[in-house]
Structures are given as structure tokens and as C-alpha cells.
């Protein structure tokens, strides 16, 4: 039977624990994994712990280290978009030698214009 499992955060180390929501799980091995799954899999926090609902008893990751994955999270940072430009200027060119470029006009659009007043 499955048990409620509060689970528990911190978004960096030496900070106290904060409840940021809960699972279902009938042990507290599959919990882990439900809890990593769940509300960690973005590197979220830089722990966290489950708690069995009713119970004072706090369990913390044995691994915190593989919170998040392999992801890089270049995209949260404006300096993870340098170079951009570049990378599409360039796969525009290598297209353009391979002759797979349109270079024409884009057609018209098909939706009615607005009339003003209207």
C-alpha cells in the first residue's frame, strides 16, 4: 500500500529544510526515485530529504551530486545564447552552397486584413 512521503529541499547547503511538496510511494527506496523524478530532475535544490507523513524521521539523498543530470543549463542565462547568430549565419551558408535556400519573397498572407472602425 502506498504511503504519503513529504518532500523536503534545500536550495543550497547549510539551509534549513523547506516542504516543497509530496509523493506516493509503498517504500522509501521507490520514494527517493519518485522524488528525484519529480521535483529534482532540473537541479531544483541542492539536496533534498522525504519524510514519512506523521513521522519525524528525515531521510536524506545518499547522492545529491546527480540532482539534475546531464542537462546543461545554458538556456537560463543570456550568456548561453552567444553565438547564435553566428551558428544560423553559418548553417544559412552551408545551405545556400548545397542549394537549399529560398530566395524568394514570402507569400502573401491568408487571413482578411482588418478594416479600421471595425
Given at each position: 500500500m502506498a504511503q504519503v512521503w513529504d518532500v523536503l529541499s534545500r536550495r543550497r547547503e547549510g539551509e534549513p529544510?523547506?516542504?516543497?511538496?509530496?509523493?506516493?510511494?509503498?517504500?522509501?527506496?521507490l520514494a527517493m526515485l519518485l522524488a528525484r523524478e519529480t521535483h529534482f530532475r532540473h537541479g531544483e535544490g541542492a539536496t533534498y530529504a522525504?519524510?514519512?507523513r506523521g513521522d519525524d524521521a528525515?531521510?536524506?539523498?545518499p547522492?545529491?551530486?546527480g540532482i539534475g543530470g546531464?542537462?546543461?543549463?545554458?538556456?537560463?542565462?543570456?550568456a548561453g545564447y552567444v553565438g547564435v547568430g553566428a551558428k544560423l549565419r553559418r548553417v544559412h551558408e552551408l545551405m545556400a552552397e548545397?542549394?537549399?535556400?529560398?530566395?524568394?519573397?514570402?507569400?502573401p498572407g491568408h487571413r482578411p486584413r482588418e478594416t479600421a472602425g471595425a
Open positions: 529544510w523547506e516542504v516543497v511538496g509530496s509523493i506516493n510511494a509503498p517504500d522509501l527506496d522525504l519524510r514519512l528525515t531521510h536524506e539523498c547522492d545529491p551530486a546531464v542537462i546543461g543549463k545554458e538556456y537560463r542565462r543570456q548545397r542549394g537549399l535556400v529560398i530566395d524568394r519573397p514570402r507569400p
